[in-house]
C-alpha cells in the first residue's frame, strides 16, 4: 500500500534529476577525461575520437577543463540511469494501483464473491476482523463526569467526543482506549487506535488535552519518548494532537491527519 504514490514521487525527483543534469550537458567539450599515475603523482589526459590513443596531458593549469570533462562522463552516467529508471516506473504508473488484487475480488458478482476464497483478505475484511477482536479498556473511575459519543461510546472527554463523533462520520473504524504494551513500562491505553489503510499496520492517535500544565506537559513528553522507543514514531504509527485551556481542538487538523493516514 502506498507504493504507487511512492513511485509518483520518486518519478517526480528523477525528473529533477533529468531537468539538471541536462542541463549540464548543454556545450560540454567533446572527448573524455583519462586519469593516470606517473611516480605516485595524478595525471590527466584528454581523450578526443581521432586522436591519440592514451590522449593528450593536461597541466595543472588546466585543472578546470578536467573538471568539466568529469562531470560532463559523470552526468552521462547520471543521466542514462534516470532515462532506464524513468522509463520503468512511467510505465509502471500507466495502469498500477495499489488495490488492483483486491478489486478483482471486489469487482465480481456479490454471489460469485461467495464461493471464492480472496488470496489475501480485503482491507475491509480485515478491519472487521480486527474490531472483533475483544480487548478490556481502561476502566473509569465512579467520579468522574459521564460522557458518551453519539453511538453511545463512553470517553474522557469532550474533545474525544468530539473526535470520535467525526471519525464515526467518516467511517472511520477505531478502538478506544485498546491496551498497548510498551516496554519498559507496560500497558498504555492510547486514546485511539486505527488500521492503517496504507500500511495494514495499527496506527495509535495520542490527544493530549491539558499542555499548559507543566506536570500533564512532561508526562506526555515521557509518553512520546516512550512510544519512540518502542519503535513508534509520530508521522509514521503515531498521530499527536494537543489543547490548551485557551487553544480548543483544531478540527482542520484532525480533518487533515484522518485524510493523510486513515482514509
Sequence with gaps: MGLKEKLGKEAERLRTMKAKVERNLVDVPEGCLRIGKSQGCVQYYHCEKGG???????????????????????????????NKRLSQ???ILKDYDDHEIELIYLKEHPERRKLIEPVELT????????????????????DVLVITTNRGMRVRSKTEKIMADYFDSRNVKYKYECPLDLKPYGIIYPDFTFLSPKTGREIYWEHEGMMDNPEYARTAIMKIELYENNGIFPGEDLIMSFETSASVINMELVQQFTEKYLI
Design 52 to 82: 591519440r590513443h592514451n590522449g593528450n596531458y593536461l597541466p595543472k593549469k588546466e585543472i578546470d577543463f578536467a573538471r568539466r570533462l568529469a562531470q560532463k562522463s559523470y552526468d552521462e552516467k547520471v543521466l542514462k540511469r534516470v
Design 89 to 91: 516506473i512511467e510505465s
Design 123 to 142: 482491507y475491509q475484511q480485515k478491519v472487521e476482523q480486527w474490531m472483533s477482536e475483544e480487548f478490556a479498556g481502561k476502566p473509569f473511575r465512579n
